[in-house]
Nanobody
Framework: QVQLVESGGGLVQPGGSLRLSCVASGRILSSNVMDWYRQAPGKQRELVATITSGGSTNYADSVKGRFTISRDNAKNTVYLQMNSLKPEDTAVYYC?????????WGQGTQVTVSS
């Protein structure tokens, strides 16, 4: 079992920044992949960013150049630095851990971008 706890969400004005954190605990296996997903009201959950244990990253087109995913393997923590936030970034953000065939989700953290 792996437990994921996200933090760092909140209310921010358009153009502002937030940094999300996700701490993993339990049976953490090396060579895992961690992702950030988000789900806005009435929409499907979508992949925002991915990072492998080796540090390779991938981003959704909608966040490229604005969001940065990173990780600290020693702390079993993954981060999502979100800059130049837009109202359309408003969603619940979820941390996701995967190591085939297992995958786990965090409980989510709300990000609201509004003036």
């Amino acid at each position: 079992q792996v437990q994921l706890v996200e933090s760092g969400g909140g209310l921010v004005q358009p153009g502002g920044s937030l940094r999300l954190s996700c701490v993993a605990s339990g049976r953490i296996l090396s060579s895992n992949v961690m992702d950030w997903y988000r789900q806005a009201p009435g929409k499907q959950r979508e992949l925002v960013a991915t990072i492998t244990s080796g540090g390779s990253t991938n981003y959704a087109d909608s966040v490229k150049g604005r969001f940065t995913i990173s990780r600290d393997n020693a702390k079993n923590t993954v981060y999502l630095q979100m800059n130049s936030l837009k109202p359309e970034d408003t969603a619940v953000y979820y941390c996701h851990y995967r190591f085939y065939p297992y995958d786990y989700w965090g409980q989510g953290t709300q990000v609201t971008v509004s003036s």
